[in-house]
Structures are given as structure tokens and as C-alpha cells.
């Protein structure tokens, strides 16, 4: 059984003004599933809905229809009072950790907080918890950094701080939001690992969310590819890399920059992502594909299974 199963998530939002209302489909009939010890990567340019689907995902967005099951439980339409005993058993680590550590909080009490919340312990083994997960964090002496405000650390040593806080009360389910999108090249690698290795011991499910689906290859068992809110292609993630099938993900794989040496197809894609608010008719990719036929203008693509790929692309589907 899966951990974590989104079934046709839609999540709409309410954009414009007082008087010009609109909605915005940010994420538009997406299933994936996650399994126990699993590392899924979800990939896809800036804008194509992977965060509002990771947040649906942990229930912080109620999605406007499909479903959200955890541990076999229907979560999709529970009250957030009724959610604060899953909370525990889900994380998120954002892209952003100055805005996931209270900037007022001290470390010890940023840590010490979720711990005081959900565990039926004392401040003084909260705190020792605390020292703990800092050690495992890397971020010794403990003693030290637990005085210490998040304005006083770096950009690495605060994500390192949010990562200890997501994973203090040994959650079951984390997702990692561009974990290291903002910062520096030479501390991505050693912020990875560390969450990696978090998974690894607590055999926890990952959805690992990145616009680098090399950096997603080397982590993720299985890759999800999404384009303007929909899920284009999902595969185990050796074949999505050594066989892509959609033009979208050939296009992703021919911007790594490996691509020559790994003798990866080089499909360049016109223009700019479309607009989520006005997406184009028929297949969403095709004023950009270059395999586009008159079918993709008029007709939007079925997602089909083959083997063990889910594809939406008319060049794999029967007309
Ligand atoms: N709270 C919101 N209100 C209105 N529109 C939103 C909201 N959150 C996201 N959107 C819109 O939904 C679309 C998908 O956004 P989302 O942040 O999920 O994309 P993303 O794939 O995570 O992009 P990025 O790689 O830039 O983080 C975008 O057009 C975005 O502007
Ligand atoms: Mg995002």
C-alpha cells in the first residue's frame, strides 16, 4: 500500500481583483503515489505547479477535487483540528528557510517547539532531543547554536536547522521543496545527502521537488515530469533518463549538461512556459513541441500506461 496516494488533484486558486475575478488551475488532474522508503522526484519548470501539488499533498492546501490519502486514511476534505495528529507524520522543508524558522524563535526554541507540541515529554529531554538532531545536522558544538537566533547563521547552517526541525519528530512522509535552490553550489551537495540519509534511516517517503532532473535522477527512484499543471510523464527514473519518451522530458534532459556526453536526443522547445491562468488548448506543449501535429492543437492527450511509464503525448497514444 502506498504511503501517500493523489488521486486527479486539482487545486484551483482565486486570482484578479475585487471586481475581475478569475481561477487559476495551478495543478490539474494529477495522480501520483508514494510508497514507504520511497524517493519520488517531481520536476518541471518554474510555474508548472510542483509545489502547490507537494503542499496539497501534506494537506496544507485543501485541493478543489481528487483525493489525498495517507496511510491508507482519507485526508482530503479532515479539518485542520483533526489533522494536528498526522501533522507530526508529515513535513515539509522548504526552498526558503528563513521563512521556515521563526526569525524571533532561538534555535533551542525552534526545535524544542515541535517536540513540547506533539511528544508528551519535558522541556529538559526536549532540549536534549534538540542537542541531538543538531549533532546529526552537523551543527557542533550543539551548545553553541542553541543561543543563536536565525539571522546569525548562513544560508546552509539555517537549512541545515529547518531540516532538524522537519525530521525531530521522525516523520513518515517529508517533502523537500528546491532544498537547495537558494544556496550556495558548493553546500547543495552536503544538504542532499544529509535529507537523503535522513530518508534512508527512517525509511521514510520522499517527494524530492527540483528543476534539476539530473540532480532528481541521482536521488529518486521514480520521476514524475509535470508541464503547466499536469503530470506528463512518470517512470522508474534509470529508464525516464536513458529513454525519454515525451518531448517535454527530452527537452529537460537536453538542457543537463552532460546531455552530449550521455548522447541524450537534443530536443529544444520554442519560446517560454505558457501562461497557468490561460493554458494553450489541446496538448498544453504543443506551440512549443517540435513533434506538435494538428491533433495536439485541437485535442488534449490521454494519460496511458505502458509498462511501468505513464505518458500524456499523442505520438504514444492511439488517435
Ligand atoms: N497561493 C496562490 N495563489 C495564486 N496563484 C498561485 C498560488 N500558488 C501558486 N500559484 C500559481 O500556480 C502556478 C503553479 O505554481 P507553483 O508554485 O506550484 O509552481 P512550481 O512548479 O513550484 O514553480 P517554481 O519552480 O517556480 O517553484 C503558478 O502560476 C503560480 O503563480
Ligand atoms: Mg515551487
Not at 54 to 70: A, E, N
Not at 166 to 195: F, G, H, Q, W
Request: charged content about 25%; some cysteine.
Amino acid at each position: 500500500m502506498s504511503l501517500v496516494k493523489l488521486s486527479e488533484i486539482v487545486m484551483e486558486f482565486e486570482i484578479g481583483s475585487f471586481f475581475k475575478k478569475s481561477r487559476l488551475r495551478a495543478v490539474d488532474r494529477v495522480s501520483i503515489d508514494i510508497e514507504r522508503g520511497e524517493v519520488y522526484g517531481l520536476v518541471g519548470e518554474s510555474g508548472s505547479g510542483k509545489s502547490t501539488l507537494g503542499r496539497v499533498s501534506l494537506r496544507l492546501y485543501r485541493p478543489t477535487s481528487g483525493s489525498v490519502i495517507f496511510n491508507g486514511i482519507d485526508i482530503t476534505n479532515v479539518p485542520e483540528r483533526h489533522l494536528r495528529k498526522l501533522r507530526r507524520r508529515m513535513q515539509l522543508i522548504p526552498q526558503d528557510p528563513y521563512s521556515s524558522v521563526n526569525p524571533f524563535y532561538t534555535i533551542e526554541e525552534a526545535l524544542v517547539e515541535p517536540l513540547l507540541t506533539h511528544n508528551s515529554i519535558d522541556r529538559k529531554e526536549a532540549v536534549e532531543e534538540a542537542k541531538k538532531i543538531l549533532e546529526e545536522v552537523g551543527l557542533v558544538p550543539a551548545e553553541e547554536y542553541l543561543s543563536r537566533r536565525p539571522q546569525q547563521l548562513s544560508g546552509g547552517q539555517l537549512q541545515r536547522v529547518a531540516i532538524a526541525r522537519a525530521m525531530i519528530l521522525k516523520p513518515d512522509y517529508i517533502v523537500a521543496d528546491e532544498p537547495t535552490s537558494n544556496l550556495d553550489a558548493s553546500i547543495r551537495a552536503s544538504i542532499v545527502k544529509l535529507i537523503s540519509d535522513f530518508q534512508k534511516r527512517l525509511n521514510q517517503a520522499l517527494l524530492f521537488i527540483s528543476h534539476d532532473i539530473a540532480l532528481v535522477s541521482l536521488l529518486a527512484q521514480r520521476i514524475g515530469v509535470m508541464y503547466l499543471g499536469q503530470l506528463v510523464e512518470e517512470g522508474n527514473s534509470r529508464n525516464i533518463v536513458k529513454d525519454p519518451l515525451h518531448p517535454y522530458t527530452k527537452a529537460l534532459l537536453s538542457a543537463i549538461p552532460l546531455a552530449e556526453e550521455l548522447k541524450i536526443e537534443k530536443v529544444v522547445l520554442k519560446g517560454e512556459i505558457g501562461d497557468p491562468s490561460n493554458p494553450p488548448k489541446g496538448c498544453r506543449l504543443h506551440p512549443r513541441c517540435p513533434y506538435a501535429m494538428q491533433l495536439c492543437k485541437n485535442k488534449e492527450p490521454p494519460v496511458i500506461s505502458i509498462e511501468n511509464r505513464k505518458i500524456k503525448c499523442w505520438l504514444y497514444t492511439e488517435k
